[in-house]
Nanobody, 114 residues
Framework: QVQPVESGGGLVQPGGSLRLSCEGSGSIFSINAMGWYRQAPGKERELVAAITNGGSTNYADSVKGRFTISRDNAKNTVYLQMNSLKPEDTAVYYC????????WGQGTQVTVSS
C-alpha cells in the first residue's frame, strides 16, 4: 500500500504550533521526494513544502520561516512543523510524492482560529 496516512492536525489559536506526520508503508517513501500540500475551502490544492530523499527542501513563500519539513527515512515518515500559525493556514493538509502521483490520503484538518 502506497497511500500515506497523515496525522497531527487540530484546532489551534493564531500564533500556535502543530506538528504533522505522514507515514507511508514500505521503503518507497524513503527513496522519493515528498511534499506537504494543503487545500482550503474553495481553493485549489497547493504545495506547502517539499523535501528530497537527500534532505533538500523548498517552501511556498507564504510559509517560509514558519514551517519546517523534515523526514525520517528509517521510519518512512515525513513531518511538517508549523509555527506562528495564521488563520489563513486553515486547510486540509496532505502529504504525497513530489511531484504528486495521485496517491492522496484522507488528509488532516488544521484549523487556526481564536
Amino acid at each position: 500500500q502506497v497511500q500515506p496516512v497523515e496525522s497531527g492536525g487540530g484546532l489551534v489559536q493564531p500564533g500556535g504550533s502543530l506538528r504533522l506526520s505522514c507515514e507511508g508503508s514500505g521503503s518507497i517513501f524513503s527513496i522519493n521526494a515528498m511534499g506537504w500540500y494543503r487545500q482550503a475551502p474553495g481553493k485549489e490544492r497547493e504545495l506547502v513544502a517539499a523535501i528530497t530523499n537527500g534532505g533538500s527542501t523548498n517552501y511556498a513563500d507564504s510559509v517560509k520561516g514558519r514551517f519546517t519539513i523534515s523526514r525520517d527515512n528509517a521510519k518512512n515518515t515525513v513531518y511538517l512543523q508549523m509555527n506562528s500559525l495564521k488563520p489563513e493556514d486553515t486547510a486540509v493538509y496532505y502529504c504525497e510524492f513530489y511531484p504528486p502521483r495521485g496517491y492522496w490520503g484522507q488528509g488532516t484538518q488544521v484549523t487556526v482560529s481564536s
